[in-house]
């Protein structure tokens, strides 16, 4: 069974460094691409960018090219969504998400992640 | 960018149809992909590629795409479909993915 396990809720404060995990388990996870997805509250989801863990090719939509980083611990099957210096406006639910391709949606979500950025 | 239009809420009662639709400019071009969210949970995608279901997913749930207008259309809806649908589409203009707003399914 292919499973997304993310890690749990993070509370920050703002200008804190933050690496939230997703963990693939249940399939090939080198040779799927894992794409990253804001929502905030009670809005619709937003691509961030992705990652294929092969070989850590990664892009990112505009909105969030340097504000994030995606990355990969293949040895592991983890992938990893980080930032250097979180804003309140990063507060959002993440999720991560498999895809068999670049180009092919997402077929198996994580749980999701919640982050809260508050002073 | 590429925008994808949704109407915020659509209400139908049990056992009608529900036509949720995702306006793009010539998006019968594209490939469209829906995805389910009920509250408090992750999406899923219950339609790919226009009209290819994963499995599991119930014959009563299907897609077109054509002209300007993709559609997902739920037969005999149940109480269990009321969710929040999302449309999804690759732009390769920008090379990346766009999400339309998304639509509230009201079960009556």
């Known amino acids: 069974e292919v499973q997304l396990v993310q890690s749990g809720a993070e509370v920050k404060k703002p200008g804190e460094s933050l690496k939230i995990s997703c963990k693939g388990s249940g399939y090939s996870f080198n040779n799927f691409w894992i794409g990253w997805v804001r929502q905030m509250p009670g809005k619709g989801p937003e691509w961030m960018g992705i990652?294929?863990?092969?070989?850590?090719?990664?892009r990112y939509s505009p909105s969030f090219q340097g504000q994030v980083t995606i990355s990969a611990d293949k040895s592991i099957s983890t992938a990893y969504l980080q930032w250097d210096s979180l804003k309140a406006s990063d507060t959002a639910m993440y999720y991560c998400?498999?895809?068999?391709?670049?180009?092919?949606?997402?077929?198996?979500w994580g749980q999701g992640t919640p982050v809260t950025v508050s002073s | 960018s590429y925008v994808l239009t949704q109407p915020p809420s659509v209400s139908v009662a049990p056992g009608k149809t529900a036509n949720i639709t995702c306006g793009g400019n010539k998006i019968g071009s594209k490939s469209v992909h829906w995805h389910q969210q009920k509250p408090g949970q992750a999406p899923v995608l219950v339609i790919y590629y226009d009209n290819d279901r994963p499995s599991g997913i119930p014959e009563r749930i299907s897609g077109s795409n054509s002209g300007d207008t993709a559609t997902l259309t739920i037969s005999r809806v149940e109480a269990g479909d009321e969710a929040d649908y999302y449309c999804q589409v690759w732009d390769s203009g920008s090379d990346h993915w766009v999400f339309g707003g998304g639509t509230k399914l009201t079960v009556l």
């Open positions: 990652m294929y863990p092969g070989d850590s090719n990664s």
């Open positions: 998400g498999r895809q068999k391709g670049y180009s092919y949606p997402i077929d198996y």
